[in-house]
Every structure is written in C-alpha cells, then in structure tokens.
C-alpha cells in the first residue's frame, strides 16, 4: 500500500485463476503473431526466422522469470509499470508507463491491420479496404470496451482454445507435407539480421505482461501467476517456431513473404477441399486469425486501460483519464484515448511491419527496466517486498542481468526509423514527469537502498519516531491526533510523524474497484476525513502524512500499514464497551491489538477538557504494561501542561482491621509506584504518587479515579481465551470512567520492531 492524500489506493477483486490468466496471456501472443509475422519474417531472415521466434521466447523467458518474482511480491493492478515505479521511482515509472501504453497502442493497430488483410480472403480489396476495414474493427472494439461488455471475458476463453487447436491442427499437416528442398538456404542473410527480426517479431510476445498487468485481480498469485506467464512464453513459442518451420517448408519464400495471409496460403497447399468455392483449410486458418486478431486487440486494449489506472493511482498520470462511466462503469475517458490514437495510427497508414517494431521496441525498453528492478528490490528488501516466487539462487543474478543486456542488444539492432520513434515515446515519459508527474507523485524509488546499505535519510516531513492513527470519525479525529502528537513529541523532541489512516471496508462479494467507482460519497468522506487531519496536524506542529485504503478488513489493512510504515505507535479509538458479538466474534481492534508489533495505545475520549489534560493518572501495578501506561500518561501531561499521578491500589488482607499495617500496605504500594516510575524513565518531580487502600479492587478504584480527567492503564490481558480485550481490569476501568481512559500496551515478548528488523538488515 502507498499513502494517499485522497481517495487513496485501489485494490481489484481476485476472480482470475490460472486458465483464466493464461488464456489472457496467450489470446495477446497467439494473435497477429503468429498469423501475419511469417511473412515480414521470412522476408527479413529467410528460414532462420525461426531462430529469430526463438530468441524473442529466450528474451521472454528471462522477463518472465524477473515480472514473476516482482509481481508474486507486489501483486498490484499495473504489471511492470508498478514495479519500475516503485523499485526505480517516477521517473522510470513515467517512462515505462508511457512506453508500455504507447506500446499497446502500437500492438493493437498492428493487430487491426492483420484482421483487415485477412478479411481479404472472403472481401477482395485493396489496401484502402484493408485500412477501412481495421478502422470500423477497431471503433467496434474501443465501442464494446466503452460499454463494459462483461461476455468479452467468457468469450476470450473459448477463442483461444479454439485458436490452439487450430495451430495444432495446422502444424501437425504442416509436418506431414514438410519439404527441405522447399526451404532453400537456411540462413541467406547472416545471423545479424536473425537477432534484427528478432526485434521485429518481439510484438508477438508482449503477452505475459498482460498477466503481470492483471496481478492484483490473480487468485493465489504465488502459484498461478509464475505458471501462467511462463506457460504464456513456453507455449506460443514452440508454436512459433514450427509455424516457420513448417511455412518455409512447405510453400517457396517468394510466395510466402508476398502473401497477406501467409498461413491460409500454406494451409491450401496440403489441403484440397473445398466448400463455396474456398479452400477449407486456408478458410479455417483465416477465420483463426480474424479471431486472434480481434481477441488480441481487445485484450491489448484493456490492458491500456489498466496501466492508465495504476499510473493515475500513483498519480504520474492524471486521473481525469480514470474517470468511470456514470452508467457503465468503465474508465471511458482512457479507453476512448487508446482508441482514438489506434484510430490515428492506422488512418495514417503507418507501415504493419513499423507498428510492429515500434511496440517490440516499448516492450523491450520496459523488460529491460523490469530486470534492473528486480535487482534493486533484491538489494534493497523493504519490509513490503515478501516473493513467494524467487528467481533461484544459482540463476540470479544471471536471469536479470542477461535479460537487460539482451534487450538492450535486440535494441541497438533495429531500424533506425524505429529507434527514433521510440526514443519520441520515451521523451514523452520523461517530459511529461518533468512537466507534470514530479510535484504530484507519491512514490519515491529504492535505488538509493540498492546502491548503499546505509538507511537512507529521512526526508522532510517523515520523522524518526511515527505513530499511526486510524481515523473514521471527524469528531473525535482531531483530539486523537493531538494525543498522538503529544506521545510523538515526547519521543522524539519535534522530529516525530504522524499517519493518519482511514479504511473503507468492502464485503467479498463486491469488486474492490466497483465498489469505489459505485461509493462516490464514502470516497469524498474519505478524502474529506483526511483532508481535515491535515488541517488539525497543521496546528500540531507534527509532520503527517494520510492514507486512504480500500480492502476487505480494516484490520487487516492497519496492520499492513504499522508493518509498511515501520511504525513505533499505533493509536486507536474506541467507544469503551464491546458488544457481545464483539466479544463472542471479536471486534476490529483485536487483531491490531493482538498483533501490532508496536506499542498500542487505545484511546476512549471523554468529556471536553478530559482528554489528555486536567488531573491525569496511571495505575501504578504489577502488570508488565503498567510502565507503558505511565510514559503515555506523562507524554500527555507533559503536552498540556497538567498534572500526573501514578496511583497504585493495595488489598486489604481483613477489611474489618482497617488501622493495622497501613504503613506496609503504603510503603508495598510505593515501592511498585517507584519501580514502573523507573521503567518507565519518570524522574521523581514527573508525577505525585498515591496509594489506594482497597477491600474491593475494582469499587475502590474506580471511586479513586473519579477524580481524574484521564486515566491511563496498562493491558494486562495474558492472552487465554476466555479474557477479553486487554484484560477484566483495564476493561472495566474503561467502561465505568467517566473521562478519557487510555489503554497502553508495549511490543509483547519486547521483540525487535520493525524499524529496529531493517535497519539491521541494512547495515553491512
């Protein structure tokens, strides 16, 4: 999760399994690929094009690898756009989400021109029918995108299984009517222009990324996201490769690098049926490609629509682009974008073979990034960076580094015109993060961590000692922002920070995404709550910093954050009762009470003037949290100028004989009072001390502290199940005290915190 300052962070539902991820990885690959490339191919390397087919699966292969393990780590919506973002910072991450946007843009024009050319097949007509019919296609698709169809997903499915029964079909007759003397000389052009075509035909294995872009969406994505993308590369690539092997031996290279639909031509060689006067073999390969080719442009567009949403979400791009549809709930704005520029493109007759490179291009750059990142996240291991999927240690770091430097070699051997265009595309990145996404992104790179193990210094606004503070109502936010601040101050002498965090709850049934396009008004009170703890920090003098989550348990989503933020302190409020669901069910504190590796303070607010001022006490006890209680008594007298009291009680063996002893039951009381004033480094003249004579603990004590405006006491709850949440004591004192009673708790077991767990694995 990263902060927000408004609607925050947008989580999608996981409702895709491994056939689904795969079929989505694979309709984009088997597509104009496989169907219109043999010829561009054939034409620019001859027989050896297979090698070139073979090359672009290696290259893939080791990005796969490298996207694996950075999306099992971070699963989000965005694919490789997310992880240079987060691992290189914006600069890459505007470079990489331009490139990848432009990139399918390219793709799916590519895609579009190879429907029209094999439309021709049943329509006779000339290029300018070929460009017509790819310009209503494409309108169709960016129309169905408009309007949300949610069959296109179904559809999907069955259109790629159809297409790899056919290219099976086709391969295995392809085999049995192989002819080498067909093949001529393997390779007529040299071994350079094979890698050359390798960066012309890359286009066809930008698949994979669709499922990294799909990552947050993947169910159990620590298995069915590795096995998708590498089934996704594994798969079309032999497909590729004996589709070449089997064109160029079965039909003369004149033939097939003149052919609009190369394999329809190679089809009708080894098949002599017809049916309405066309070759039924070639008929059934066109219709494969009219599919694949819409298939291939449809999911490419979707994918566009999700980098735009997770560059908008880390605000690089601007989220007017995001805006969802008032009655189809679909990002209109950004896939009316992708549309028109696919439109655009096509209608200037930009050459197929061109389209093709410039997206390889897009999609090379970004794999190249992807392999640095994954080694700068590897060097930096920030607490949120947890793979369930590792490149294995003997290939790493050999995975990555072999797979930037052969993308950056692939680069450096294509057409200049192509290097050029994609050198415009990645200068729009850069100007536009110059220009725009600087001031307003929220992310900030781990190249620093990677490069030296040194804690990177802490920049303005982000202070040493950080209390976290979930906030859901705007009329007690301010009072428990100004008790964390007083706890914060106390700490760290002013370098302190505050994390304001609200959580928006939404049930399993519902898209995360949806629910946020359909809850407008708990979105704006979010960012209204946040907004106005910013205001209250203002006068705090305390640097904060908001959140806005989205998920399905507040809870959870809390812990995430005091684990993400390294946090010292995490501050809640509570209305000092549980319900008896809460108690049977358990509340949404328990588990950040249970869990937090930090202190926790849980605050109920009495009365004005009881909160954290006036007369404060702390009950001075045996309990291992009592200490905790008065360090956050005294930091809240300490901020409002009031009065500290460390209140012991002492039970009376025999009520009746109420003069006997008083001195031992005062001088017992004293010496705990002294002993949690030591732990908790109160100096003598800190607080006044007090010992209670009590027949009954709980009456008498809590008619010593009707006195007091705050009351602060320590958990004492020793984790069997049948206590409640801190502990009988504590509860109670919570539930009958009129005024503000804080309930404190330090890290259980005093284990290392979190802060405490990165600094040392960042030291050398």
Not at 556 to 579: F, P
Request: contains cysteine; proline residues 4%; hydrophobic residues 50%.
């Amino acid at each position: 999760m990263s902060e927000a300052e408004g609607a925050g962070d947008q989580e999608l539902a996981r409702d895709l399994g491994f056939l689904e991820a795969y079929t989505i990885g694979l309709g984009t690959m088997i597509g104009a690929g496989i169907f219109v490339l043999p010829s561009i191919a054939a034409d620019q390397a001859g027989p050896a094009s297979m090698v070139s087919f073979a090359i672009g699966g290696i290259v893939s292969l080791l990005a796969a690898l490298s996207l694996s393990e950075l999306a099992t780590g971070m699963p989000r919506a965005g694919g490789s756009y997310y992880y240079v973002n987060r691992a290189l910072g914006p600069f890459f991450g505007s470079i990489v989400g331009w490139g990848m946007w432009g990139g399918l843009m390219f793709a799916s024009a590519f895609y579009m021109l190879g429907f029209g050319r094999y439309l021709t097949f049943f329509l006779p007509m000339g290029a300018t029918g070929v460009a017509i019919a790819a310009l209503v296609m494409a309108a169709i698709l960016t129309l169905v995108n408009y309007v949300g169809v949610k069959e296109t997903g179904a559809l999907q499915n069955v259109i790629v299984i159809a297409l790899v029964g056919i290219i099976i079909v086709f391969i295995a007759f392809g085999l049995l009517n192989y002819d080498a003397a067909t093949m001529g000389e393997f390779n007529p052009f040299g071994w350079a222009q094979v890698a050359a075509t390798a960066g012309t035909i890359y286009v066809t294995f930008i698949g994979f990324e669709v499922i990294a872009t799909s990552a947050e969406e993947i169910k159990n994505p620590s298995r069915n996201l590795p096995l998708s993308m590498l089934a996704a590369v594994v798969t079309p690539t032999l497909m590729y490769v004996l589709v070449m092997f089997v064109s160029t031996g079965t039909i003369s290279r004149d033939l097939l690098i003149n052919s609009r639909i190369p394999v329809a031509e190679v089809a009708a060689v080894f098949s002599d049926i017809s049916l309405a006067g066309f070759n039924v073999g070639a008929a059934a390969m066109v219709v494969g490609a009219v599919l694949a080719t819409v298939s291939s442009a449809n999911a490419s567009i979707l994918s566009a629509a999700r980098v735009n949403f997770a560059m908008g979400r880390d605000r690089i791009l601007t989220n007017w682009l995001n805006q969802v549809h008032s009655k189809f709930r679909t990002p209109y704005r950004a896939i009316l974008a992708t549309g028109g520029v696919i439109l655009l493109l096509i209608a200037l007759n930009v050459e197929i073979g061109t389209l093709a490179e410039v997206a390889s291009f897009s999609y090379l750059v970004t794999y190249a990034l992807v392999h640095v990142a994954v080694v700068v996240m590897r060097r930096a291991d920030p607490s949120d960076y947890d793979p369930a999927f590792r490149i294995p240690d003997p290939l790493y770091p050999v995975v990555p580094v072999l797979g930037l430097l052969a993308c950056v070699a692939i680069l450096f051997q294509m057409d200049l015109v192509v290097q050029v265009i994609g050198v415009v595309i990645v200068g729009v990145g850069i100007a536009w993060y110059a220009l725009y996404a600087r001031s307003r992104s929220r992310t900030e790179g781990l190249m620093g961590e990677a490069i030296s193990p040194e804690p990177a210094t802490v920049p303005d606004g982000r202070g040493t000692y950080r209390v976290v503070v979930p906030v859901s109502n705007p009329v007690t936010e301010s009072d428990l922002l100004r008790l964390a601040a007083a706890s914060a101050h106390a700490n760290e002498d002013g370098n302190a920070e505050l994390v304001a965090v609200n959580v928006i709850e939404v049930p399993q049934q519902t898209s995360l995404s949806q629910d946020l396009a359909f809850e407008e008004e708990r979105v704006q009170a979010q960012s209204d709550l946040l907004e106005q703890a910013r205001e209250v920090a203002g006068g705090l003098e305390v640097g904060i910093r908001t959140r806005a989550v989205v998920g399905r348990s507040a809870a959870r989503a809390i812990l995430d954050i005091v684990e993400d933020e390294a946090a010292d302190q995490v501050l809640l409020g509570w209305t000092g009762k549980r319900s008896r669901r809460e108690h049977v069910l358990g509340s949404t504190i328990d588990p950040v009470v249970s869990r937090a590796p930090c202190d926790v303070t849980l605050v109920k607010l009495g009365p004005e003037g009881s909160r954290g001022e006036g007369d404060i006490a702390a009950l001075a006890g045996q309990g291992p949290h009592a200490p905790v209680a008065a360090r956050r008594a005294h930091e809240f007298a300490d901020a409002a100028d009031g009065t500290l009291t460390l209140l012991n009680a002492q039970v009376r063996d025999d009520a009746e004989d109420e003069g006997e002893g008083e001195d031992d039951y005062h001088a017992a009381g004293m010496e705990t009072v002294e002993s949690v004033a030591e732990a908790a480094g109160l100096e003598s003249d800190d607080y006044e001390a007090e010992v209670v004579p009590a027949t009954d603990l709980e009456t008498d004590l809590l008619a010593a502290l009707e006195r007091f405006d705050t009351v602060c006491v320590g958990a004492t709850r020793t984790g069997t199940v049948s206590q409640a949440l801190f502990g009988s004591l504590p509860e109670t004192v919570g539930s009958e005290v009129e005024g503000t009673v804080a309930i404190a708790r330090g890290p259980e077991d005093s284990p290392r915190s979190v802060r405490e767990a990165l600094v040392e694995r960042l030291q050398p």
